[in-house]
């Protein structure tokens, strides 16, 4: 995938000078008002549209002047609010700190290559202060990095102050695997929970701007939340930790830790004393055991389900695009998966492939025009048929579908993108990556120019095969379970 840095360009009033050249704590008390007004902006956009993202201002901190090397003055400020720290990296940019990394490796970073080692944070991530679970210290035992598999499934857990496989399978779908997402150097891959997939898609900004990418896989463990032990769900990425509560009211059920708390405490409360140089200590002793981890009731499945990058559109208009072969040609077949289809199809089922089922087949395979556009990250492509642009992002192979509103008074021209060799979509698909931030960063910025091609189609129960643009392979998409697989003939 391809992803953005967090930077917001706003206009603003200038730095807490004085606070800033002296680099030193303020005062724990809670904030009155924001440190600065790019912080106040950046909090107004996001929390009306989702609550609790930073978390209420009397939470927050007051400024506070930090020491960074390239900084102006060697110290920049910044402000903590439960969920995470607001860090001004310039007069009208505000970045997010990488506080789940620091806390893990107990290494506060003072300069883009400057390091003050501490001891990792033995504070545990989530549920009620004060109780045994897993620690940030805890999560330097996960590995970063997971290979990406046909069928994997969340059953790493935490308990007896250790993690293990469990051989109890969840049976919750908001569980399933259903996303990979990995960083561009590939040094951390991870699988994502549908419960987890779907709240980040659904958020006003990029995912990965506001977590980071995930650097330990899905873990259950039991927690107390609000003085009931419950079975809780967490994932840590660099900058925050997600977890997921089955039976919280609707809409809690997936949220933020607090770990903007949790960092300053560690860092200004009774801080650690810096290690001296050489290896780190061993991770803290094991902690008492909780009940074993449970196998979750079934939860009802949405209907439908949502497409992994939601977006509400207004029904469609007609969409004139590029230059397409002639309309639909019927072609017969016998019935069920048509023979230019099958090979392709026993390939799929041969390796497990999670767009597979697609159910009956619903009719014969025909010819249909194809509308067709590679990205960085994966393909868009749109069908005269259904009048859909589909988004195929390779990480997870992950599928999303949108009504086509796109409305031509005027041809749109080839758009260059902002590196050599690259473009901007236009037209149809121009429209939805416009609209959509989610399918920006997912697909990245286009490889070509969007082109048509003649394609066969068979559509049924859960989805459909089509051929893909060389004519060599064959596309599954499973518009039910939202995942996309190909195959050659």
């Known amino acids: 995938m391809h992803h953005r840095r967090f930077w917001r360009h706003l206009h603003a009033a200038g730095l807490l000078a004085a606070l800033l050249a002296a680099c030193i704590p303020a005062p724990t008390h809670a904030a009155t008002d924001f440190a600065a007004n790019v912080f106040r902006f950046q909090w107004d956009s996001v929390e009306t ?69 501490r001891a990792p944070a033995n504070i545990v991530v989530a549920g009620d202060p004060g109780q045994a ?63 987890f997939a779907d709240y980040l898609n ?70 650690p004393a810096p290690l001296p140089p050489g290896p780190l200590p061993p991770p803290p002793a094991p902690l008492p055991p909780f009940s074993p981890f449970p196998v979750l009731p079934p939860a009802p499945l949405p209907t439908p389900l949502p497409t992994p990058l939601p977006t509400p559109l207004p029904a469609p208009m007609p969409r004139p695009s590029v230059p397409l072969p002639p309309a639909p040609v019927p072609v017969p077949v016998a019935g069920g998966v048509d023979g230019a289809f099958a090979p392709a199809v026993g390939a799929l089922t041969g390796r497990g492939s999670a767009a597979l089922p697609l159910g009956n087949a619903t009719g014969t395979a025909f010819a249909v025009p194809i509308s067709y556009q590679p990205f960085e990250g994966g393909f868009m492509l749109y069908l005269n048929t259904t009048d859909r642009v589909y988004v195929l992002n390779r990480a997870g192979q992950q599928l999303a579908s949108y009504a086509d509103t796109f409305n031509e008074n005027g041809q749109e021209g080839v758009a260059p993108g902002p590196r050599p ?69």
Do not use: C
Not at 158 to 179: E, M, R, W
Not at 444 to 458: I, K, S
């Open 49 to 117: 549209a989702t609550p609790n993202f930073w978390g209420p201002l009397a939470n927050a901190t007051a400024g506070i002047g930090e020491p960074y090397a390239e900084s102006p003055g060697g110290g920049r400020l910044v402000q903590y609010f439960d969920k995470a720290r607001m860090e001004q990296a310039g007069p009208n940019t505000v970045t997010n700190g990488l506080l789940t990394v620091e806390l893990r490796s107990g290494r506060v970073q003072t300069g883009n290559d400057r390091f003050e080692q």
């Open 133 to 195: 679970g897993p620690t940030y210290a805890n999560l330097a035992l996960l590995p970063e990095r997971v290979a990406q598999t046909t069928g994997a499934v969340l059953t790493t857990t935490y308990s007896d102050g250790a993690f293990v496989q469990s051989p109890v399978v969840p049976t919750d779908p908001q569980l399933a695997l259903t996303q990979y997402l990995t960083d561009p150097g590939g040094r951390f891959g991870q699988y994502i929970p549908r419960a």
């Open 202 to 271: 659904a958020l006003p900004l990029p995912a990965t701007a506001v977590l980071g990418y995930p650097i330990t896989p899905a873990f259950g463990t039991r927690l107390f939340v609000g003085g009931v032990p419950r079975p809780v769900f967490i994932q840590a990425f660099e900058r925050r930790v997600l977890t997921y509560t089955p039976g919280n009211p609707r809409g809690f059920e997936v949220e933020f830790g607090n770990i903007g708390r949790h960092y300053y405490g560690w860092r200004y409360t009774n801080p």
């Open 421 to 489: 060799n690259t473009f901007l979509p236009v037209r149809g698909f121009g429209k939805v990556y416009r609209e959509n931030p989610g399918v920006q960063t997912a697909l990245g910025l286009a490889l070509a120019p969007e082109r048509g091609y003649q394609a066969r189609v068979q559509t049924f129960e859960r989805g459909l095969l089509l051929d893909d643009v060389s004519g060599t392979s064959v596309f599954a998409f499973n518009t039910a379970t939202n995942v996309w697989d190909i195959a050659s003939r």
